[in-house]
């Protein structure tokens, strides 16, 4: 059974065990082939869903809120090492975006027990997380794309 900790707790072990880590510079044409992957994605995981192969499906959703993170949190010039420590920055460090810690949690360990241990997923799971997970999606996506407009004019 997965254990789920607190945001804080983990972004300060993260921190301690260097799993965050600086980038050198912001690198826009990254950040933008991070968001067209993601949109690609987005659109297989919908193309997936839609043949009712929820564990692929699952896995490519979590795939573009990881994509989209890892490209917003390129603006802080950060990455991490895992997932986890990723999630835990961005809410840490980024609560005017309003973003549940928790729901993070919940998707990433849904998708490594899909990964990991060979627990499929259902309908249901896709349901109970549908709504929140597409919000995220939406909201993430434009946050990076106003960043990429904030970073052209200022650049």
Known sequence: MPVFRNKNDVYARCNAEGNIRPLEIIDIDK???????AEE???????TLSRKRWNSAYKMYY????????????FDKVKSSNHQCLFSYLCVK????ELNWDFFE??????????????????QDLKEIEFQMNLYIQSLKKAVEDKIKEFNITS
């Open 106 to 123: 919940k998707m990433r360990t849904k998708r490594n027990g899909i990964n990991y241990y060979s627990i499929p997923v259902t309908i």
């Open 41 to 47: 994605d987005l659109e297989s995981a919908k193309d």
């Open 31 to 37: 950040i933008k082939a991070n968001l067209m992957i």
């Open 94 to 97: 980024h609560p005017e975006l």
């Open 63 to 74: 795939d573009v809120l990881h994509e989209l993170v890892e490209a917003y949190l390129a």
